[in-house]
């Protein structure tokens, strides 16, 4: 453990490092996992991994307490089953981690309310009712500065839908960096697989997929039975023509485009020989095969979480741990900042 903890510490800024973050504030869909958990996966060979289920970023909308401790084991569960590995990389919900509220507060005072005001997801979050926001959610991409640099992470996997707060981190980074006169932070880049960066909804191809549609049939659980899954598929809209020919012809036809990147993704195929494998080919027939490709990446991942949910007492160990580890190098962000900025501190 000693080993893995010197490890960790001895990282120096110009290693490789990934951080990434999913909030416990609903159920994982496939739009989370083919966009952010499977580069998780596919990237913990070659970087320094650390991955937080962001349960702070969860409170800045109304979360039923019990749920909110459910959905936190359920998103680790889901990591641990879609292969993410305990033992080779830092897993942790991000409460366990005080530090990251206070680089928060710090990078609070470096960021500006017009780059706040900036942020598009706040815009749709908070609708037509923005008085009646959170501060949390107004403020949340700046605790998403602080998880990145708390780490001095250099690579960000994340969905489109995040660019533009990371784009916000790198901001502060570099006025931080300027203010103090000094390359304290590292300026974090994006990671996003072109493809499958923005899944969107079975119901409306002009709209991501997301934990928050009121309809169930818009988004495909990875804790999805394979009746569901067959269902959804069948009831995903579509235009009425036949199967596209083309790249070109498939990009025009936004329902059927999203269908093309998740048969591709789940099926590990290029896009382009999905599209000659179906030309002009009925739409009910390239369903039934995308519920069989959609069923073979779900259901052994839902297998093993509702397995690993049944032991709560080794998933929270998994998470103390975890942030134990993450603990021992927030810490030592925390003290050189405190020391950059001119606080006595112990
Ligand atoms: P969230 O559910 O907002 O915590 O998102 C967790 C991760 O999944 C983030 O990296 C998001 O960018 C990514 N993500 C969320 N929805 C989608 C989507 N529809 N397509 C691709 N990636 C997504
Ligand atoms: N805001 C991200 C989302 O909603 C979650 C998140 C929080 C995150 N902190 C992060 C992602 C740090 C990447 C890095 O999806």
């Known amino acids: 453990m000693l080993e893995y903890y010197t490890k960790y510490l001895d990282y120096n800024m110009s290693d490789k490092v990934i951080f990434s973050g999913v909030q416990p504030s609903g159920e994982i869909h496939i739009g989370n996992y083919l966009g952010a958990i499977t580069q998780f996966v596919n990237y913990q060979a070659d970087y320094k991994s650390i991955f ?33 590995d305990e033992s080779k990389n830092i897993i942790f919900n991000q409460s366990q981690v005080p530090e990251h509220t206070q680089l ?42 602080a998880d990145i640099l708390l780490y001095s992470a250099s690579h960000v996997p994340v969905g489109e ?11 502060i980074a570099h006025k931080f960096n300027t203010d103090y006169n000094e390359n304290c932070f590292i300026l974090p880049e994006p990671l996003m697989n072109k493809s499958t960066t923005r899944i969107m909804s079975l119901r409306d191809g002009s709209n991501k997929m997301s934990k928050s549609d009121i309809s169930e049939y818009s988004r495909i659980l990875m804790t999805d039975s394979n009746d569901q899954i067959s269902l959804k598929i069948k009831k995903a809209k579509t235009d009425s023509l036949k199967m596209p020919d083309t790249l070109k012809g ?5 329902e059927i485009n999203n269908l093309l990147n998740i048969y591709s993704a789940c099926g590990l195929i290029d896009k382009e020989e999905v599209i000659s494998k179906y030309a002009s080919r009925e739409i009910s027939l390239f369903k ?6 959609i069923i073979k990446t779900v259901e052994p991942i839902s297998i093993k979480t509702n397995l690993l949910l049944k032991d709560e007492t080794y998933l929270d160990k998994v998470l103390r741990e975890g942030a134990s580890k993450a603990r021992v190098i927030a810490d030592k962000t925390i003290r050189n900042i405190y020391d950059k900025i001119g606080m006595i501190s112990k």
């Open 250 to 254: 498939a990009e025009t036809r936004l």
């Open 104 to 145: 928060a507060w710090i990078l609070s005072c470096t960021a500006r309310v017009g780059w706040l005001n900036r942020m598009t997801q706040f815009k749709d979050k908070a609708g037509k009712n923005r008085e009646n926001a959170s501060i949390g959610l107004y403020t949340y991409p700046v605790l998403m500065a």
């Open 52 to 84: 937080s289920i962001v349960d702070l970023h969860a409170i800045t909308v109304w979360q039923d307490p019990g749920a909110l401790k459910n959905s936190t084991r359920e998103v680790l569960a889901i990591f641990l089953a879609s292969g993410l």
């Open 288 to 293: 039934k095969d995308l519920t069989e490709v």
């Open 161 to 171: 839908d995040q660019k533009q707060h990371l784009e916000l981190a790198r901001d």
